[in-house]
């Protein structure tokens, strides 16, 4: 076996976010740290800019490294119940593994356990290993944190290995998978990359692994179609902005019957931003590395921080999208909301996240979309009120009553139940039609430039239910959060969702205006850098994410590995 220094240094060529600033170059890796992990005292390794999905990678990557420098035999798996990545190797080499693995974990920090819920242990010991000799699918991982130490990523971001027997020239799986669970010996092993099975966005490179042809090979439930992600924002601290909004909502008084808008209609706090824009960010590079491209449609605005020339992300203005310019300028989410399907060279299938929306864990396409396409809409137990829509109404009941006028009409059904504040996964195809089939509602939504009692919700519940009625989309489910920052449990709840992280994605909303500014701000800002202290991609080298750097293109491949 080649040395561990050399294992090390195939390693280090991984270019994920595991092992730099994201952008590619060398492993930024720091010392080993002493971390809480699962209620216990354990050994990993500090790594600026760790993601959940890098810590997957890393722990597939070192394993993969090691098996081949020392010439083992081996292939990766898909199709297990397991989001994990996993490893297969014959059973009659098992003990050259646990050689060759025990003295990885000793050089690593590493740790080995059974798959099911339950304690790890040191892999550099002996012992662990013997305790161990009964179960044929391990879970072995080297845990990282980030330098904050609020990150720590253990044996749930590890790899599994499975120990295949041997029986009358073929190779049995110790458990079920979705693909093939027995193959000849001497099957014959081909090369895919390494991010085939361990989910990695598609900007960055990792290296390649041994699998068969079977698991290279596309399945009928894999999500073989992009999905992007749009986000609407506005920085309501622009003068600029704010000067044209009091104009507009000036002409808009003096032309209407009674001259006011409902309070809610055009009150500051429905445009007020504390960066959420930037967490809510992170949270898509953190939980979410299968989205292709993020829009984020503004006002002619754009964040400081925002790098915008970083691959994945672009700013569209709303005149690129508004299909009647003479509709803006808008300060309407409901009107920009039915003009997204217009962003140039947007996915057929994506999501719509509000900037005080987050990714709460890591998700998976399947959370939102089916593999043959159906969208996912997640309904509240929020009821719709009785009733048609009037100037009394708070603007999201008169809209939520408009949409289920139009869905009676068309489909003769009642809808009750308004949609949760999650990301809202959509097709741009329906959301064209919509704007055929309801095309009056539609250019009146356009053309309100505050949210009005005629407005109609396109992408919040008119998509959902006339998607679902034309056989374009199911009821899903999701495990959600909604906190109302006004309400006295905010705080209370913002900790237990911290300190337990076990929420797909959760809300922050605040509808009407602080009784104590500050004192909101100060609770936010402390949250969102508790729960995402990972700067992601998209942030300027000046904000304190180190400045980008880069490796030939032979290094981003990978050593051997």
């Not at 060398?26 to 993601?51: F, K, M, N, Y």
């Amino acid at each position: 076996m080649r040395s561990l220094a050399a294992a090390d240094a195939a390693r280090s060529a991984l270019v994920v976010r595991a092992l730099g600033d994201g952008r590619g170059g060398e492993d930024t890796a720091g010392p080993l740290r002493v971390v809480r992990v699962d209620g216990r005292h354990r050994r990993a390794v500090e790594v600026p800019g760790i993601t959940a999905w890098a810590a997957r990678a890393r722990n597939l990557h070192i394993l993969v490294t090691l098996l081949e420098e020392a010439g083992i035999d081996y292939f990766c798996v898909r199709g297990t119940a397991s989001p994990n990545p996993c490893v297969a190797v014959p059973e009659r080499l098992r003990a050259e593994v646990e050689d060759v693995l025990r003295t990885g974990c000793g050089h690593y920090a590493g740790y080995v356990g059974g798959v099911a819920p339950g304690p790890v242990r040191q892999g550099a010991s002996t012992a662990s290993w013997r305790a161990l000799r009964t179960q044929r699918v391990l879970r072995i991982a080297w845990n990282v944190c980030d330098p904050t130490g609020k990150l720590v990523f253990g044996r749930e971001s590890g790899c599994d290995i499975e120990f295949w027997a041997e029986q009358e020239g073929r190779l049995l799986a110790p458990r079920p998978n979705r693909v093939t669970t027995e193959v000849p010996v001497d099957a014959g092993r081909c090369r895919a990359e390494q991010k085939r099975f361990s989910e990695v966005p598609f900007m960055y490179t990792t290296g390649q692994a041994r699998t068969l042809p079977e698991f290279v090979a596309a399945l009928p439930d894999d999500h073989l179609f992009p999905i992007d992600v749009v986000y609407t924002w506005v920085d309501d601290s622009d003068p600029v902005w704010r000067a044209r909004k009091e104009a507009t909502r000036r002409v808009l008084e003096r032309s209407t019957d009674d001259g006011t808008l409902h309070e809610q209609a055009a009150n500051d706090s429905r445009y007020a931003s504390r960066d959420e824009l930037r967490y809510s960010l992170r949270s898509i590079h953190q939980y979410a590395p299968w989205v292709r491209t993020i829009y984020l449609v503004t006002a002619g605005q754009v964040p400081s921080w925002l790098d915008t020339a970083f691959p994945g992300i672009r700013v569209v203005d709303h005149t690129e999208i508004f299909s009647e310019p003479d509709a803006l300028p808008t300060f309407n989410s409901h009107a920009i909301e039915s003009q997204l399907h217009h962003i140039p060279e947007l996915s057929e299938h994506f999501l719509y996240l509000n900037d005080d929306v987050f990714l709460g864990r890591p998700v998976q396409p399947g959370t939102f979309f089916h593999p043959n396409g159906l969208s996912k809409s997640f309904r509240s137990k929020a009821l719709i009120p009785s009733g048609r829509a009037d100037f009394t109404d708070l603007p999201v009941n008169a809209a939520g009553k408009n949409s289920r006028g139009l869905i009676a009409q068309q489909f003769g059904t009642v809808i009750s139940q308004k949609m949760k504040h999650t990301p809202h996964a959509l097709r741009r195809s329906v959301l064209t039609e919509i704007e055929q089939v309801y095309a009056h509602a539609h250019r009146v939504t356009q053309h309100s430039r505050f949210r009005s009692p005629h407005d109609v919700p396109v992408v919040s519940s008119l998509y959902h239910y006339y998607a679902y009625h034309s056989a374009r989309a199911t009821a899903g489910d999701i495990r959600y959060q909604y906190i109302d920052l006004a309400d006295d449990l905010a705080q209370r709840r913002l900790n237990t969702l911290l300190a337990r992280r076990n929420y797909d994605t959760f809300c922050m909303n605040d509808t009407v205006a602080a009784a104590d500014p500050e004192a909101q701000d100060r609770m936010v800002a402390d949250f969102l850098n508790a729960y995402f202290p990972v700067p992601s991609p998209y942030e300027r080298a000046a904000t304190g994410i180190p400045a980008p750097r880069t490796a030939p293109a032979a290094e981003l491949d990978g050593a051997r590995a």
